[in-house]
């Protein structure tokens, strides 16, 4: 089996960094996340009341 020349390695290699790099910005921007401060209350106090 013959062996990889040394740029065929590093060649490989930034495959996978750029691949993860760009999974990262894709993971990053797909989630949109809501700042505290922006957020509503959602659910009122009567929904915190159990019924046993």
Sequence with gaps: MPQMSPLNWWFLFMYFIAL???????NY?????????SEKNTFSKKSLNWKW
């Excluded at 921007?29 to 401060?37: A, L, Q």
């Design 20 to 26: 993860l790099i760009v999974f990262a910005i894709i």
């Design 29 to 37: 921007y797909i989630v949109f996340y809501s700042s505290p401060m």
